[in-house]
T-cell receptor, first 114, second 114 residues
Framework: QKEVEQNSGPLSVPEGAIASLNCTYS??????FFWYRQYSGKSPELIMS????GDKEDGRFTAQLNKASQYVSLLIRDSQPSDSATYLC??????????????FGAGTRLAVHP | DTAVSQTPKYLVTQMGNDKSIKCEQN?????MYWYKQDSKKFLKIMFS???????INETVPNRFSPKSPDKAHLNLHINSLELGDSAVYFC?????????????FGNGTRLTVT
């Protein structure tokens, strides 16, 4: 089993719809979770952090975390063509000699069409 | 001001050559990283330094040698370059090594080995 699993997509949604991105992870010790957005040819940029079970909202983005199920998701409301990118899930705190090591999923490619 | 800057942006070289990539962060972070993103866009950690000390060393060929002269700088030297080394290399930093600390990425160095 991969450490972090994401559906590679592409996930195609119409403009204005809700895009739902999912991620499962294999470790049981991660306490922090991050979503990054990566445009083609660019570097990953942090868009959401979540540390507790439940929902966290920031503008059009909502992250949902369920540690018992080892599942984290990202919802993008009112999707815009500018949201078209690859979204990377990264659980933090994976043990590596006691140090934080972010392991990234392979990413889900989102395509928002007008 | 650029938070994490790396140079060069592009690097084209022949097999067998030696090359270096430099990285600097002005965020005052304690921890710096090198990640490799291959053609399948999978982002994989290579090394991490905390206050100039190597703390994470993944299974990377010893042709790759990182160096951190101070906590704001992390360089990567690669000896005897091979075709398989072609990838985008990202430098990143985080406030500390704790699990709740997200990464801030540089713009990447696209290495092409011919």
């Amino acid at each position: 089993q991969k450490e972090v699993e994401q559906n590679s997509g592409p996930l195609s949604v119409p403009e204005g719809a809700i895009a739902s991105l999912n991620c499962t992870y294999s470790d049981r010790v991660s306490q922090s979770f991050f979503w990054y957005r990566q445009y083609s040819g660019k570097s990953p940029e942090l868009i959401m952090s979540i540390y507790s079970n439940g929902d966290k909202e920031d503008g059009r983005f909502t992250a949902q975390l369920n540690k018992a199920s080892q599942y984290v998701s990202l919802l993008i409301r009112d999707s815009q063509p500018s949201d078209s990118a690859t979204y990377l899930c990264a659980p933090g705190g994976l043990p590596s000699g006691g140090y934080n090591k972010l392991i990234f999923g392979a990413g889900t490619r989102l395509a928002v069409h007008p | 001001d650029t938070a994490v800057s790396q140079t060069p942006k592009y690097l084209v070289t022949q097999m067998g050559n030696d090359k270096s990539i430099k990285c600097e962060q002005n965020l005052g972070h304690d921890t710096m990283y090198w990640y490799k993103q291959d053609s399948k866009k999978f982002l994989k950690i290579m090394f991490s330094y905390n206050n100039k000390e190597l703390i994470i060393n993944e299974t990377v060929p010893n042709r790759f040698s990182p160096k951190s002269p101070d906590k704001a700088h992390l360089n990567l030297h690669i000896n005897s370059l091979e075709l398989g080394d072609s990838a985008v290399y990202f430098c990143a930093s985080s406030r500390h090594t704790g699990g709740g600390s997200p990464l801030h990425f540089g713009n990447g160095t696209r290495l092409t080995v011919t």
